[in-house]
């Protein structure tokens, strides 16, 4: 009986040391939060097709004379992305492969800014109009985003790369 109490009370020290070892381990790091860099830039790309997509559903809206508050929930969804432009444009996207944001995003981020503020601006201009129904103040607030998405990638977006001809 002895034997075996001392067996089993050598066990527990030994478990209990071999626990307060492994307690002692530092934790491993945490892996990082949100994103990956790669995701965000697909995610910036897929989203930028989309809001084209967005401006040319108006632009048909308007050629067709449909109702300007027919557009309305598109626009919506265009004012939600346009607020969060510049969280697309983290720095570390920068030297994602395929992405043809310039070094200027984060060199020059002021402009930038106020590149995505012009946008955003727009897509504000281009829902009041719609929910007003009103054909005339879309089409201008329309004018008005085309020029902020074009002020924008002229400054801040590289050229497509040339296509191979054959």
């Known amino acids: 009986m002895l034997i075996t109490r001392t067996i089993a009370a050598v066990a527990l020290v030994t478990a209990l040391a071999a626990a307060s070892v492994e ?16 995701a965000i830039v697909g995610a910036r790309q897929g989203s930028m097709i989309m809001a084209a997509n967005v401006l040319n559903t108006v ?35 920068s030297a994602v492969p395929g992405t043809r944001a310039k070094p200027e995003v984060w060199s ?26 009103d054909s ?13 998405c074009k002020g924008c990638h002229d400054n801040f977006q590289a050229p497509p790369p040339a296509t191979k001809a054959g």
């Open 59 to 93: 632009d048909r809206a308007l050629k067709a004379n449909a109702p300007a508050k027919s557009v309305a929930f598109p626009l919506s969804g265009l004012v939600k992305w346009a607020e969060h432009i510049p969280s697309q444009f983290a720095p570390s996207t």
């Open 108 to 133: 020059n981020r002021q402009e930038f800014l106020n590149k995505a503020t012009d946008m955003a601006l727009a897509a504000d201009m281009m829902l009041a109009a719609a929910r007003a129904d």
């Open 136 to 148: 005339a103040a879309l089409t201008s607030a329309l004018e008005n985003a085309r020029a902020a």
């Open 23 to 38: 307690a002692a381990k530092p934790a491993p790091p945490m892996p990082p939060m949100g994103p990956a860099p790669g």
